[in-house]
Protein backbone atom coordinates (compact mmCIF):
# COMPACT_ATOMS: atom_id res chain seq x y z
CA UNK A 1 0.00 0.00 0.00
CA UNK A 2 0.97 3.53 -1.02
CA UNK A 3 2.31 6.07 1.94
CA UNK A 4 3.83 9.27 1.39
CA UNK A 5 5.61 10.91 4.00
CA UNK A 6 5.93 14.53 4.48
CA UNK A 7 9.09 15.88 6.67
CA UNK A 8 9.14 18.54 8.44
CA UNK A 9 5.61 18.83 9.55
CA UNK A 10 5.70 22.66 10.29
CA UNK A 11 8.49 25.37 9.32
CA UNK A 12 9.58 28.71 9.93
CA UNK A 13 11.72 31.11 8.06
CA UNK A 14 12.36 34.75 8.06
CA UNK A 15 11.86 36.68 4.72
CA UNK A 16 14.33 35.54 2.03
CA UNK A 17 15.66 32.44 2.60
CA UNK A 18 15.62 29.48 0.41
CA UNK A 19 14.24 26.16 1.66
CA UNK A 20 13.24 22.68 0.77
CA UNK A 21 10.41 21.02 1.49
CA UNK A 22 10.59 17.00 1.12
CA UNK A 23 8.35 14.19 0.18
CA UNK A 24 8.98 10.47 0.56
CA UNK A 25 6.70 7.18 -0.90
CA UNK A 26 6.99 4.01 -0.11
CA UNK A 27 5.46 2.41 -3.79
CA UNK A 28 7.70 3.67 -6.89
CA UNK A 29 5.38 2.74 -8.95
CA UNK A 30 3.78 5.91 -9.67
CA UNK A 31 2.57 7.62 -13.27
CA UNK A 32 3.06 11.40 -11.25
CA UNK A 33 3.75 13.50 -8.26
CA UNK A 34 1.93 16.46 -7.75
CA UNK A 35 2.84 19.41 -5.03
CA UNK A 36 -0.28 21.50 -3.95
CA UNK A 37 -0.62 24.54 -1.73
CA UNK A 38 -3.45 25.18 0.61
CA UNK A 39 -4.34 27.91 2.11
CA UNK A 40 -6.54 27.93 5.88
CA UNK A 41 -9.83 26.99 5.04
CA UNK A 42 -9.48 26.72 1.37
CA UNK A 43 -8.93 24.33 -1.39
CA UNK A 44 -5.99 22.67 -3.04
CA UNK A 45 -3.69 24.41 -5.63
CA UNK A 46 -1.98 22.91 -8.24
CA UNK A 47 1.70 23.82 -8.06
CA UNK A 48 3.52 21.54 -9.74
CA UNK A 49 2.88 18.17 -11.81
CA UNK A 50 6.14 15.83 -12.58
CA UNK A 51 5.84 13.07 -14.46
CA UNK A 52 7.33 9.78 -13.58
CA UNK A 53 9.84 9.93 -16.21
CA UNK A 54 10.58 13.57 -15.32
CA UNK A 55 13.58 14.56 -13.15
CA UNK A 56 12.13 18.31 -12.08
CA UNK A 57 9.74 20.74 -12.95
CA UNK A 58 9.78 24.77 -12.36
CA UNK A 59 7.72 27.27 -11.83
CA UNK A 60 8.23 30.52 -11.62
CA UNK A 61 10.63 30.70 -7.82
CA UNK A 62 9.55 26.62 -7.24
CA UNK A 63 11.62 24.23 -8.33
CA UNK A 64 10.17 20.53 -7.33
CA UNK A 65 12.25 17.68 -8.29
CA UNK A 66 11.64 13.99 -8.83
CA UNK A 67 14.18 10.30 -7.46
CA UNK A 68 11.28 7.91 -8.61
CA UNK A 69 14.47 4.86 -7.61
CA UNK A 70 14.50 6.03 -4.34
CA UNK A 71 11.01 7.54 -3.19
CA UNK A 72 11.64 10.89 -2.84
CA UNK A 73 10.50 14.47 -4.21
CA UNK A 74 11.62 18.34 -3.20
CA UNK A 75 9.68 20.99 -3.00
CA UNK A 76 12.62 24.01 -3.30
CA UNK A 77 11.23 27.67 -2.50
CA UNK A 78 13.67 30.43 -3.56
CA UNK A 79 14.07 34.16 -1.86
CA UNK A 80 10.76 33.14 0.41
CA UNK A 81 8.28 35.53 0.53
CA UNK A 82 5.34 36.31 3.49
CA UNK A 83 2.73 35.19 1.21
CA UNK A 84 3.91 31.86 0.90
CA UNK A 85 2.71 31.05 3.92
CA UNK A 86 0.73 28.20 3.56
CA UNK A 87 0.33 24.25 3.76
CA UNK A 88 2.23 22.54 1.08
CA UNK A 89 0.88 18.75 0.41
CA UNK A 90 2.32 16.14 -2.28
CA UNK A 91 0.22 13.69 -3.70
CA UNK A 92 1.41 10.95 -5.91
CA UNK A 93 -1.35 9.14 -8.69
CA UNK A 94 -0.98 5.39 -9.75
CA UNK A 95 -2.56 3.11 -11.73
CA UNK A 96 -5.16 2.50 -9.38
CA UNK A 97 -6.01 6.59 -10.59
CA UNK A 98 -6.21 7.13 -6.71
CA UNK A 99 -3.77 10.37 -5.71
CA UNK A 100 -2.50 9.19 -2.37
CA UNK A 101 -1.72 12.63 -0.12
CA UNK A 102 0.87 13.14 2.66
CA UNK A 103 -0.16 15.08 6.09
CA UNK A 104 1.91 18.18 4.57
CA UNK A 105 4.13 20.70 5.77
CA UNK A 106 2.83 23.86 6.98
CA UNK A 107 5.26 26.72 6.35
CA UNK A 108 5.25 30.66 7.92
CA UNK A 109 6.92 32.95 5.98
CA UNK A 110 8.06 35.84 8.72
CA UNK A 111 8.18 39.59 7.31
CA UNK B 1 -7.86 26.21 -17.34
CA UNK B 2 -9.91 23.42 -15.69
CA UNK B 3 -12.55 25.00 -13.26
CA UNK B 4 -14.19 22.63 -10.62
CA UNK B 5 -16.99 24.34 -9.03
CA UNK B 6 -18.37 23.25 -5.61
CA UNK B 7 -21.65 24.44 -4.69
CA UNK B 8 -21.46 25.92 -1.70
CA UNK B 9 -18.54 27.04 0.67
CA UNK B 10 -20.41 26.35 3.84
CA UNK B 11 -23.36 24.20 4.95
CA UNK B 12 -24.84 23.57 8.64
CA UNK B 13 -26.87 20.76 9.00
CA UNK B 14 -28.89 18.94 11.44
CA UNK B 15 -28.25 15.11 12.55
CA UNK B 16 -30.59 12.62 10.73
CA UNK B 17 -30.72 15.22 7.49
CA UNK B 18 -30.10 13.85 3.73
CA UNK B 19 -27.42 16.10 1.98
CA UNK B 20 -26.13 16.92 -1.04
CA UNK B 21 -22.93 17.92 -2.00
CA UNK B 22 -22.72 19.47 -5.81
CA UNK B 23 -19.44 19.44 -7.80
CA UNK B 24 -19.02 20.45 -11.61
CA UNK B 25 -16.24 20.39 -13.77
CA UNK B 26 -16.21 22.10 -17.17
CA UNK B 27 -13.51 20.04 -18.79
CA UNK B 28 -14.65 16.90 -20.05
CA UNK B 29 -12.53 15.14 -17.58
CA UNK B 30 -13.55 11.62 -17.21
CA UNK B 31 -12.53 11.16 -13.37
CA UNK B 32 -14.28 12.91 -10.41
CA UNK B 33 -13.18 12.04 -6.54
CA UNK B 34 -14.81 13.29 -3.36
CA UNK B 35 -12.09 13.62 -0.65
CA UNK B 36 -13.00 14.57 2.99
CA UNK B 37 -10.29 16.21 5.07
CA UNK B 38 -9.64 16.51 8.92
CA UNK B 39 -6.96 18.05 11.22
CA UNK B 40 -4.08 15.38 12.09
CA UNK B 41 -6.17 12.69 9.37
CA UNK B 42 -5.15 14.84 6.23
CA UNK B 43 -7.07 13.84 3.17
CA UNK B 44 -8.95 10.64 2.67
CA UNK B 45 -10.65 9.61 -0.28
CA UNK B 46 -14.37 8.80 0.06
CA UNK B 47 -15.59 7.83 -3.08
CA UNK B 48 -14.55 8.37 -7.24
CA UNK B 49 -15.99 8.04 -10.50
CA UNK B 50 -14.36 7.03 -13.83
CA UNK B 51 -16.90 7.51 -15.80
CA UNK B 52 -21.18 8.56 -16.01
CA UNK B 53 -23.04 6.28 -13.93
CA UNK B 54 -19.53 4.61 -12.13
CA UNK B 55 -18.32 4.59 -8.95
CA UNK B 56 -15.98 2.95 -6.63
CA UNK B 57 -15.37 3.36 -3.27
CA UNK B 58 -12.22 4.74 -1.60
CA UNK B 59 -10.87 4.64 1.48
CA UNK B 60 -13.92 5.56 3.95
CA UNK B 61 -16.70 5.28 1.66
CA UNK B 62 -19.32 4.37 5.15
CA UNK B 63 -22.03 6.86 5.70
CA UNK B 64 -22.11 8.26 1.92
CA UNK B 65 -23.16 7.56 -1.25
CA UNK B 66 -22.36 9.10 -4.86
CA UNK B 67 -24.10 10.10 -8.22
CA UNK B 68 -23.00 10.74 -11.66
CA UNK B 69 -25.75 10.91 -14.20
CA UNK B 70 -23.93 13.50 -16.19
CA UNK B 71 -19.90 13.48 -17.12
CA UNK B 72 -19.45 16.52 -15.63
CA UNK B 73 -21.13 16.60 -12.05
CA UNK B 74 -20.58 14.02 -9.48
CA UNK B 75 -22.38 14.41 -6.03
CA UNK B 76 -21.94 13.29 -2.40
CA UNK B 77 -24.62 12.46 -0.67
CA UNK B 78 -24.85 12.17 2.79
CA UNK B 79 -27.91 9.25 3.44
CA UNK B 80 -28.23 10.55 7.57
CA UNK B 81 -25.96 13.60 8.19
CA UNK B 82 -23.70 12.85 12.06
CA UNK B 83 -21.63 15.12 13.58
CA UNK B 84 -18.40 12.69 12.43
CA UNK B 85 -19.19 13.49 9.00
CA UNK B 86 -18.44 16.82 10.47
CA UNK B 87 -15.27 17.81 8.18
CA UNK B 88 -13.96 20.31 5.01
CA UNK B 89 -15.38 18.07 1.57
CA UNK B 90 -13.24 18.61 -1.10
CA UNK B 91 -14.33 17.36 -4.98
CA UNK B 92 -11.48 16.81 -7.80
CA UNK B 93 -11.11 16.08 -11.26
CA UNK B 94 -8.50 14.37 -13.81
CA UNK B 95 -8.59 13.52 -17.25
CA UNK B 96 -8.29 10.35 -17.34
CA UNK B 97 -7.25 7.70 -14.45
CA UNK B 98 -3.93 6.85 -15.92
CA UNK B 99 -2.35 9.80 -17.33
CA UNK B 100 1.34 10.42 -16.97
CA UNK B 101 1.31 14.55 -17.73
CA UNK B 102 -2.10 15.32 -16.63
CA UNK B 103 -2.37 16.19 -12.59
CA UNK B 104 -5.71 16.64 -10.46
CA UNK B 105 -7.77 20.13 -10.26
CA UNK B 106 -9.28 20.50 -7.21
CA UNK B 107 -12.39 22.63 -6.25
CA UNK B 108 -12.43 25.39 -3.40
CA UNK B 109 -13.80 23.29 -1.00
CA UNK B 110 -17.38 22.87 1.16
CA UNK B 111 -17.06 23.22 4.68
CA UNK B 112 -19.79 21.12 6.20
CA UNK B 113 -21.20 21.24 10.08
CA UNK B 114 -23.66 18.88 11.34
CA UNK B 115 -25.06 19.92 14.73
Known amino acids: KQEVTQIPAALSVPEGENLVLNCSFT??????LQWFRQDPGKGLTSLLL?????REQTSGRLNASLDKSSGRSTLYIAASQPGDSATYLC??????????FGQGTTLQVKP | DVKVTQSSRYLVKRTGEKVFLECVQD?????MFWYRQDPGLGLRLIYF???????EKGDIPEGYSVSREKKERFSLILESASTNQTSMYLC??????????????FGSGTRLTVV
Open chain 1, 27 to 32: DSAIYN
Open chain 2, 27 to 31: MDHEN
Open chain 2, 49 to 55: SYDVKMK
Open chain 1, 50 to 54: IQSSQ
Open chain 2, 92 to 105: ASSLTARAYNYGYT
Open chain 1, 91 to 100: AVSSNTGKLI
